[in-house]
């Protein structure tokens, strides 16, 4: 068979045309082509209806029949003439192996109402053996259709909420005000987060504290605690705490020394939000940029796997080759060591563990490693450098030890019965800790035990005060989106929330982000996501409308998950969608 192959940029087309001719194929003869991302759109209200150019109330819900229409008519037209004159028995769809990659072909098949018949190449990333065995192993597009389905309901359920809700606001206000079904929701943490910190009323408190001496003339400092859980008293004026630290008296014993063994594991490798979260809390890059970082990383250097992944587990199937994931990090002089201090065993271990390994954990794509090939560190940029070293800590972290350390708790108790208690810690195994340096300082106690007499050298009060919560930078907020479903009432609708990793998407977050600050919903200052007046204002007036809640991404992606299973026909996801516009 004949058959012309689409990926969704030139450079990607290029990567598995060089595959193809160096390795051909076992059965067909491929041409290759490629888009540059969406060529073909959902137009504007205006498209059905001229009417629309100007919206109006009594014209609303905007409920049309769905068509594709041609965002780049250029390259359309010459795409489509190639097609055709091409005379190919089928198409190969080669774009990105999840939904969007879906919807940008087949919003451009359908769009031009094409016929022929197609195979999906699925590969994730862009490493000469993994497109090799995606191309000889070209599958049935068919295995996708729900996949596809979904992609197309999503694109059109956000198309009709953004164009009749927006519309509707904009009319009932006189302003422009852009609604949209992620945007709005995130938006509403932003300002409900604001709204907390504006109501704040800083609390004034007090804390006893002693300093204690034993008979070898060590000393260590407690803070009055009570009973049951033995946590810190907070008195409410200084009055009071002074008149409990005038009891204290002169002596004391030691009530109890309890020690215990805390152990972190190395966490789960990187899904492109955890990445974007890190990126930001080591070098303060916003989601966009670690995005396009990641991007580069993959696309232009082969160095890293597909970046917008939601996963943060690798496959069964890479137990084989994960040494040759890790040997390109001996790259980095200062991983080196560590890689090479690494035992079989160890590695074998942990790719039989299901905290990092788990085909169940996985829809489209696997966590971001690196891949099996050697970077050229001169010819990345310090924040590319900066990125892919991070990604490539993550992975060998997973095969060091974990962090353990020792704390020591001493309640001591005074003359009068007042009780303080006095924490230590000490690292024990720094484990994988090491690949991350920090300002951690041991805290060494005096060696006591139970029963030891002691003598009280210093007493004190120290005034405190509440602190309202912190306004959310890039990492907090990314964390918030994910979270978004945890205050919904429903579990089920938590659980889907969870399942879908919250509002947005890896490929969409940082596009949501971007859109707030440029709609002036948002400023950004030092970080910080600051809610402008307008967007206050925005979130009071619809503050009572689904599409401001978490609860309508929980119900529609649940829906979404039924058609992409087979468990649900478009034709009725189609028509709650409509239900829902009509009745908002």
Known sequence: ???????????????????????????????????????????????????????????????????????????????????????????????????????????????????????????????????????????????????????????????????????????????????????????KLIVDRELEIRDFAPRDFFEVKARFQTKSNESYDGTMVKEPDWKEIRFDTKEEAEKARGKIGKTATVLSVSETKRTINPPSLYSLVELQKDAAKYFGFRADKTLNLAQSLYETHKILSYPRTESRFLPTAMAKEIRDHLKPICEIPELKPYVDGLADDKIDKVMKSKSYVDNAKITDHHAIIPTKSRPNLAKLSEDEKKLYTLVCKRLLSIFLNPY?????????????????????????????????????????????????????????????????????????????????????????????????????????????????????????????????DFGIAVCKNYAGHKVFSAELTAEWESKLKQVENGEMTTGVFSTEMEDYVRHE
């Open 1 to 187: 068979m004949k058959l012309l192959c689409i990926a969704e940029k030139p450079s990607v087309a290029r990567e598995i045309e060089a595959v193809y001719r160096k390795y051909g194929h076992p059965q067909h003869k491929i041409d290759f082509a490629a888009f540059h991302g969406h060529l073909m759109k959902l137009p504007n209200a205006d498209y059905y209806d001229p009417k629309y150019q100007k919206w109006d109330a009594k014209d609303l819900p905007i409920i049309p029949k769905f068509e594709y229409v041609e965002e780049d008519k250029k390259s359309c037209k010459a795409l489509i003439e190639r097609i055709k004159s091409g005379n190919y028995d089928g198409l190969i769809n080669a774009c990105d192996a999840g939904r969007e990659g879906e919807l940008i072909f087949y919003s451009f098949s359908e769009g031009h109402h094409l016929s022929l018949p197609v195979l999906r190449f699925w590969a994730s990333d862009v490493t000469e053996e993994t497109l090799k065995k995606a191309l000889h192993n070209l599958l049935d597009a068919s295995q996708f259709q729900g996949l596809r389905e979904a992609s197309k309901l999503r694109a059109q359920f956000d198309w009709m909420v953004g164009i009749n809700l927006s519309s509707a606001a904009t009319v009932q206000s006189g302003t422009k005000v852009p609604i949209g079904r992620v945007q709005s929701p995130t938006l």
């Open 404 to 532: 353990i350390e020792l704390k020591t708790t001493i309640l001591s108790k005074t003359e009068d019965g007042s009780v303080f208690k006095t924490a230590g810690k000490v690292v024990h195994d720094a484990g994988y800790s090491v690949l991350y340096p920090a300002n951690i300082k041991d805290t060494v106690l005096p060696k006591v035990k139970k029963g030891d007499a002691l003598d009280v050298a210093k007493t004190g009060v120290t005034a405190k005060q509440t602190k309202p919560p912190a306004r959310y930078n890039t990492a907090t907020l990314l964390t918030a989106m994910q979270n978004a479903g945890q205050k919904l009432t429903s579990e089920e609708l938590r659980r889907i929330l969870r399942d879908t990793a919250g509002l947005g998407t890896s490929a969409t977050r940082a596009g949501i982000l971007e859109k707030l600050e440029s709609y002036k919903f948002v400023s950004v200052q030092k970080q910080a996501f600051i809610p402008t």
